[in-house]
Antibody, heavy 120, light 105 residues
Framework: QVQLVESGGGLVKPGGSLRLSCAASGFTFSDYYMNWVRQAPGKGLEWLAYISSSSSYTNYADSVKGRVTISRDNAKHSLYLQMHSLRAEDTAVYYC?????????????WGQGTMVTVSS | DIQMTQSPSSLSASIGDRVTITCQASQDISNYLNWYQQKPGKAPKLLIYGATNLETGVPSRFSGSGSGTDFTFTINSLQPEDIATYYCQEYDNLRTFGPGTKVHI
């Protein structure tokens, strides 16, 4: 089954850290650029980061640069987002998304999302 | 960084109507523009990529046009299942999304 499944969300205190995972199945994960996107409750979509297929290139939104790190393990078909110094405004559903081959930024497959709540 | 704006922020339409949403980039992004549909509680779905290309499996009533800074997304003959929020997204620079347009009946 072709899918992305996020995990690792939960309740974390302000200033804390969290590592999100995204497990890919049903396609050749190592062929694809991948991204993280989040959506705060009742708000719009916010792109966070991308990583190239071989991990050679990464880029981050200014809002999270320096606090998050995107990484991947192609052997494990997995994508990760390590988050530090979490704030209340980081509360959101976090999605991983695959980039459509032939484009560099069209997200043709998304996971179901994992909820991160930052609260004391 | 590139800023994306969309208008309107919400609209009300009837079944069978033609619906048009516009998206503007703060600088020239060529045709590096996508459109997504998101229904409540669901992940977004890619509809249009490269400003005009219909994603596989997406009904042909959806279309996109434009280049440079100004883009248009159209639903010809709105269907009940099209009630959703629609987002544009640039991929010329980072991957910035527009604020969204909520379409309701």
């Amino acid at each position: 089954q072709v899918q992305l499944v996020e995990s690792g969300g939960g309740l974390v205190k302000p200033g804390g850290s969290l590592r999100l995972s995204c497990a890919a199945s049903g396609f050749t994960f190592s062929d694809y650029y991948m991204n993280w996107v989040r959506q705060a409750p009742g708000k719009g979509l916010e792109w966070l980061a991308y990583i190239s297929s071989s991990s050679s290139y990464t880029n981050y939104a200014d809002s999270v640069k320096g606090r998050v790190t995107i990484s991947r393990d192609n052997a494990k078909h997995s994508l990760y987002l390590q988050m530090h110094s979490l704030r209340a405004e980081d509360t959101a559903v976090y999605y991983c998304a695959r980039v459509l081959v032939g484009t560099l930024g069209a997200f043709d497959m998304w996971g179901q999302g994992t909820m991160v709540t930052v609260s004391s | 960084d590139i800023q994306m704006t969309q208008s309107p922020s919400s609209l009300s339409a009837s079944i069978g109507d033609r619906v048009t949403i516009t998206c503007q980039a703060s600088q020239d992004i060529s045709n590096y523009l996508n459109w997504y549909q998101q229904k409540p509680g669901k992940a977004p779905k890619l509809l249009i990529y490269g400003a005009t290309n219909l994603e596989t499996g997406v009904p042909s009533r959806f279309s996109g046009s434009g280049s440079g800074t100004d883009f248009t997304f159209t639903i010809n003959s709105l269907q009940p299942e099209d009630i959703a929020t629609y987002y544009c997204q640039e991929y010329d620079n980072l991957r910035t999304f527009g604020p969204g347009t909520k379409v309701h009946i």
